[in-house]
């Protein structure tokens, strides 16, 4: 009994996930916009746009099939686009049926040719060598709705989970739509939307699309069709919420595009944006700068004095849990325990704020007590409930792992904002000063059969000089005396540890 009410007062002091207000800041340069949303005085997610790197999500294009694989069940389309796109047959609209009824799908060279022009959208951003992916199966995002032009079918945001809400919407939104052509997907945003809100977003989202058939008839393949709306109102349709208290942007142009856009889609936002014009940069209101550096560090310290260590790759993101210097009571079971909780919280935030995709490995500390394991995972289901991006969550493997996934569309922060190290190659570590000694060393030797020089010269960091003239002199100086040649040294102060040069006179 007393073990089950310390379960629960830990669980109430570790759970944190009540409705909040939150408060959006946005800063604008001519070269990039960038978004911190803040809940509680905190960043929890940050969203970048550069005028040269603009993302590819949403656009439409009239594509070119420049290359079917059979063996892959898949195409590459040419779009227009630095690298070609790639398309697989399960995103193909042709076999949406098969899909739903479980069958087998038409084969992809049954369905593409090479030179054949078709309406593509892209749903994931070119991340790192790979193309764009692509789908046949349009769909454009209005505030309330999201429109199918090709699926006459009406649907409902997941998010959205009571059932009799969820066909009061269905029912409300198939009146709307009538009989014509298209479906549409009811977003979260609708839960709250008057008949006319709806109506208004119903018959943009068709002028839209009729403009976008109109270019069509106009344009030949690779062409842009629709180009998905800039960062700021991409904010005021799909990220403000009735929970948005105010929405503050430190460029007066863009303030006043933000009112008109909200006046026209978004009425219920206008009086929520605000111009900051104050002498203090509007990111370093909330220390949005610190957030973005420790973003990128590996190391995320968390206020017990535990801290996690999270590693990207391109192929997962692993997440490791550790105590650091935090002791606790007595009970060592305790002590992890309250740890796990509290990490639970900051992954969730940091998955957010990084944007982090893909295949994601946590190594939580490891629990003997089922009570406690179970407990953890509620409280990481709980702390990604916030979370827009679609996440699944597996549980606890038996190496003691949780598996989870979080739907990846664009490149995460560290690969928008960094780039590979030229020092350590991506490697994370570089060669010590004394590796790099014995590797010059072994370099001398080698030249010394196949030339015969005066001298040799080393051009070389102050560390691996430094080295050679203390502790590795008495290997240097054997060496001269097994070739017979001087061996000198020499500093050059733009060379990293693992750099060398050797000179021969």
């Not at 403000?240 to 006046?263: C, G, H, L, N, Y």
């Not at 560290?414 to 060669?431: A, W, Y």
Request: with cysteine.
């Amino acid at each position: 009994m007393l073990k089950t009410a310390k379960l629960t007062l830990l669980l109430y002091l570790y759970s944190s996930y009540t409705p909040m207000s939150e408060d959006i800041l946005i800063n604008v340069t001519p070269f990039e916009t960038r978004v911190a949303l803040v809940e509680q005085g905190q960043v929890q997610e940050l969203h970048v746009e550069r005028s040269i790197q603009r993302g590819y999500v949403g656009n439409i294009y009239l594509g070119k099939v420049v290359r079917v694989l059979p063996g892959m069940q898949s195409a590459f389309i040419e779009i227009g686009l630095e690298r070609a796109a790639f398309i697989h047959v399960a995103d193909l609209r042709q076999n949406r049926k098969e899909r739903i009824e479980g069958t087998p799908p038409t084969p992809i060279e049954k369905l593409l040719f090479e030179g054949q022009s078709l309406i593509v959208q892209v749903t994931k951003d070119p991340i790192g060598t790979k193309g764009a992916r692509l789908s046949t199966q349009i769909s454009i995002a209005g505030r309330m709705l999201v429109y199918l032009p090709y699926d006459p079918h009406i649907g409902v945001s997941q998010k959205i989970d009571d059932e009799a809400c969820r066909q009061r919407l269905k029912e409300r939104v198939q009146q709307l739509a009538g009989t014509e052509e298209g479906g549409f997907i009811v977003r979260t945003q609708a839960e709250i939307a008057t008949d006319e809100e709806l109506q208004t977003d119903c018959l943009y989202l068709k002028k839209l699309w009729g403009i976008i058939l109109q270019r069509l008839k106009t344009q030949g393949s690779p062409s842009t069709l629709y180009t998905e709306l800039h960062l700021h109102q991409r904010i005021l349709r799909d990220v403000a919420s009735p929970s948005t208290d105010k929405i503050i942007v430190d460029s007066r142009m863009v303030f006043q595009q933000m009112k008109e856009w909200a006046e026209v889609y978004t009425p219920a936002l206008v009086d929520k944006i605000h111009h900051h014009s104050g002498s203090r940069p509007l990111f370093d209101t909330v220390r949005a700068e610190e957030e973005i550096q420790r973003a990128l560090s590996r190391r995320v310290d968390l206020k017990s004095g535990g801290y996690l260590i999270i590693d990207q790759t391109e192929a997962l993101t692993t997440v490791d849990v550790n105590t650091g210097g935090y002791v606790g009571g007595r009970n060592f079971g305790d002590t992890i325990f309250k740890t796990n909780l509290e990490a639970t919280v900051a992954i969730a935030r940091q998955l957010r704020l990084r944007n982090l995709g893909g295949i994601i490995i946590l190594d939580f500390i490891d629990m003997e007590n089922p009570e406690h394991r179970e407990s953890v995972l509620d409280e990481l289901r709980n702390a990604v409930a916030k979370d827009r991006t679609r996440i699944t969550i597996s549980g606890f493997s038996q190496l003691g792992l949780v598996e989870m996934t979080r739907k990846r569309t664009r490149e995460s922060l560290s690969n928008l904002l960094c780039e590979p190290c030229p020092t350590c190659q991506s490697r994370g570590s570089v060669l010590t000063a004394r590796s790099v000694c014995y590797e010059i060393l072994r370099e001398i030797l080698r030249e010394a059969r196949q030339f015969n020089p005066k001298e040799f010269r080393i051009l070389a960091s102050q560390d691996v000089v430094d080295l050679f003239l203390e502790e590795e002199s008495q290997h240097l100086a054997q060496t001269g005396d097994f070739i017979g040649k001087p061996i000198s040294l020499e500093v050059d102060a733009m060379y990293s540890q693992e750099q060398y040069d050797i000179i021969l006179f």
